[in-house]
């Protein structure tokens, strides 16, 4: 079966931090950009994070650059999301996703997804 989970999410403190992963199954993930995107409760779906298997690159929505880190273990099957400094706006539910372009990560253009999970949820209350 053909499939991504996520885990990691809980509820911090803003200034925290959590790293979320993602494991593939059914398929191989260096065949594909990987990333993560976010829907808070009200809003829109949000693009968080890509990573190309072809070269490495990386990319980031401006609201979280600097704060949080993608990294991806294709020997594992894995990929992960570092995220600190978290504050509140960054509550919501986090989806992995591999896809074919990193830029319908970032713009959550579910054309281009192979495959996304049932999401993760982060919560960042005092």
């Known amino acids: 079966q053909v499939q991504v989970v996520e885990s990691g999410g809980d509820s911090v403190q803003p200034g925290g931090s959590l790293r979320l992963s993602c494991a593939a199954s059914g398929f191989t993930l260096d065949d594909y950009v990987i990333g993560w995107f976010r829907q808070a409760p009200g809003k829109e779906r949000e693009g968080v994070s890509c990573?190309?298997?072809?070269?490495?690159?990386?990319d980031y929505a401006d609201s979280v650059k600097g704060r949080f880190t993608i990294s991806r273990d294709d020997a594992k099957n894995t990929f992960y999301l570092q995220m600190n400094s978290l504050t509140p706006e960054d509550t919501a539910v986090y989806y992995c996703?591999?896809?074919?372009?990193?830029?319908?990560?970032?713009?959550?253009?579910?054309?281009?997804?192979?495959?996304w999970g049932q999401g993760t949820q982060v919560t960042v209350s005092s």
């Open positions: 996703v591999a896809a074919s372009l990193c830029a319908a990560v970032l713009s959550v253009d579910h054309r281009f997804f192979a495959v």
């Open positions: 990573a190309s298997s072809s070269d490495g690159s990386t």
